[in-house]
């Protein structure tokens, strides 16, 4: 492949991509999440240069120029009291950024069930949840009524639960699984495919027909090197062609965004199954009306 995203999509005959897996933030909180991957070479012995470390404006055109034709804004509070305002700012965000996803997030805390009830009564089609940084387990009594007010709406939720790439008290396949046991309707996107826990994950979609899986940053060299995905695996892979879904974790990668779009054509899945992963699937979960958006691309 080349490494060109937008080439990558015209050859499969797409008018562009959809990146469900993608960070903006309030610019603190990001200095933040910057500083964390800035600290990760010295302590492991891997860097992690931030390959997009722009401004905001700046870092929206880049995704418009890869054909990115819609994103999320992945935001995720690190303890109590900071979701509210971050659904606030993400809020903001998406009103002045029409390709954008709107997206929320919440916390274990008593007043989640009224700002997550906001945040859909403004408009929210996403959330997200980050249970290692959030530290905390996604069955806790308090947030009971919140998932069952996002399977009632049908609101996508993109939880990172998997191990990788460092685990947590409450990462791994068990918290998930006894939360779809208690609300099945649930749609539920896997980021990273789960890693490292790939099977297990895979295992839960293949289960539960609302849970989704993510690419972000799988079968990339990096990835590969830190947890590779099981090659035996694939025809799983493929057999759920339906429900996974392309994202990248842009800008936080250390590499360039066409890597991710290279690596998931490596794994030699067919044409088909890369149009449903790059486009079509996250089109049909979010309603996207994609042809009247494609003018989005300027390249």
């Not at 891997?46 to 992945?74: C, H, K, N, S």
């Not at 939720?157 to 309707?185: I, N, Q, W």
């Not at 896997?190 to 079968?219: C, K, S, W």
């Amino acid at each position: 492949m080349s490494g060109d995203p937008v080439a990558f999509a015209r050859a499969l005959g797409l008018p562009g991509l959809v990146d469900v897996h993608t960070h903006f933030m309030p610019q603190n909180v990001l200095d933040k999440v910057w500083a964390y991957f800035d600290s990760v070479g010295p302590l492991t012995g891997v860097a992690w240069p931030i390959a997009y470390r722009e401004e905001e404006d700046r870092r929206v055109e880049i995704l418009r120029g890869f054909g990115v034709l819609a994103f999320t804004a992945m935001l995720y509070p690190h303890k109590p009291g900071m979701a509210r305002w971050l659904n606030e700012w993400a809020a903001g965000f998406a009103g002045r950024t029409a390709d954008c996803l709107h997206t929320a997030t919440f916390h274990p805390e008593d007043d989640a069930p009224a700002y997550v009830r906001r945040a859909l009564d403004q408009g929210a089609r996403v959330f997200k949840v980050h249970l290692q940084v959030g530290d905390f387990d996604p069955n806790e009594p308090v947030l009971r009524g919140v998932w069952g007010m996002l399977a009632e709406a049908g609101v996508p939720v993109v939880v990172h639960c998997g191990s990788g790439p460092a685990p947590g008290r409450f990462t791994g396949p068990e918290p998930m699984r006894r939360l779809l046991a208690a609300h099945p309707r649930l749609r539920v996107v896997v980021a990273h495919l789960g890693m490292p826990e790939y099977g297990d994950f895979l295992g839960l979609a293949e289960r539960y027909d609302g849970v989704h899986l993510d690419t972000t940053m799988a079968f990339t060299d990096f990835a590969e090197r830190l947890a590779p995905f099981p090659a035996g695996e694939r025809k799983r892979l493929l057999g759920l062609g339906d429900r996974v879904l392309l994202g990248s974790d842009f800008p936080n990668i250390p590499y360039p965004y066409g890597d991710q779009l290279d690596a998931l054509a490596r794994l030699d899945l067919g044409d088909d199954w890369l149009r449903g992963v790059c486009h079509a699937n996250a089109a049909r979960l979010f309603g996207l009306p994609l042809p009247a958006v494609s003018q989005v691309i300027h390249r």
